[in-house]
């Protein structure tokens, strides 16, 4: 019993054992289109821009390379994809207060979740996406695109498994116990 539940125990600990990834920007060395497969995200066909100078509003959270929105972007060139369904944790932002930054959370063309709705300044804040479930899209929400920045963009890559999962994995645990049980009832007969 002790053999398998040691093997069911690895499975809830690979789940478990998600990497959170931390995109600074601060590896970036060139000013211009956020390179397409950069940090596990699908940036190609978005509008983002890397810069490393920075200028009020403008303040990185850390370092001082971020990413911004091309000028004269709409909200669909914002979109960015990850290479594998992830979990978005969220992301700092600075800029204009005029410039509100909602984040759309997408799974399989469907929108699953809304961020809440921040006003940028010059004084970097968190913006978390409220929704700890797998996204493969994210477009970024805003009246004035190009007039906000991101930093330490924050996700969790990989499969993290859905609550059905976990039920699966639940009973699938319980069977197991109820086999394990058996056997020593069964060796006395």
């Known amino acids: 019993m002790r053999h398998l539940l040691a093997i069911a125990a690895c499975g809830v600990s690979s789940w478990a054992g998600a990497q959170?990834?931390?995109?600074?920007?601060?590896d970036l060395?060139?000013?211009g289109?956020?390179?397409?497969?950069?940090?596990g995200v699908d940036w190609a066909g978005s509008s983002w821009l890397a810069f490393g100078?920075?200028?009020?509003?403008?303040?990185?959270?850390?370092?001082?390379?971020?990413?911004?929105?091309?000028?004269?972007?709409?909200?669909?060139?914002?979109?960015?994809?990850f290479?594998?369904?992830?979990?978005?944790?969220?992301?700092?932002f600075s800029g204009y207060s005029d410039a509100t930054v909602t984040v759309q959370m997408y799974l399989d063309h469907a929108l699953v979740a809304t961020s809440a709705t921040?006003?940028?300044?010059?004084?970097?804040?968190?913006?978390a996406s409220g929704y700890a479930g797998l996204v493969d899209q994210l477009v970024f929400v805003s009246p004035q695109q190009a007039f906000y920045a991101m930093d330490d963009?924050?996700?969790?890559?990989?499969?993290?498994?859905?609550?059905?999962?976990?039920?699966l994995m639940g009973g699938g645990l319980a069977l197991l116990v109820r086999r394990a049980r058996r056997l020593p009832l069964q060796a006395q007969r």
């Open 20 to 26: 959170t990834t931390v995109l600074s920007f601060d």
């Open 29 to 31: 060395t060139e000013t």
């Open 33 to 39: 289109p956020m390179p397409a497969a950069y940090g």
């Open 53 to 81: 100078v920075e200028q009020a509003p403008y303040t990185a959270h850390s370092g001082t390379w971020q990413a911004a929105t091309d000028f004269g972007s709409d909200n669909a060139a914002s979109t960015i994809r």
């Open 83 to 92: 290479v594998a369904p992830s979990v978005f944790e969220g992301a700092w």
């Open 118 to 127: 921040l006003a940028p300044s010059a004084v970097p804040a968190f913006l």
């Open 153 to 167: 963009f924050t996700f969790q890559a990989g499969a993290v498994p859905e609550p059905g999962s976990w039920l």
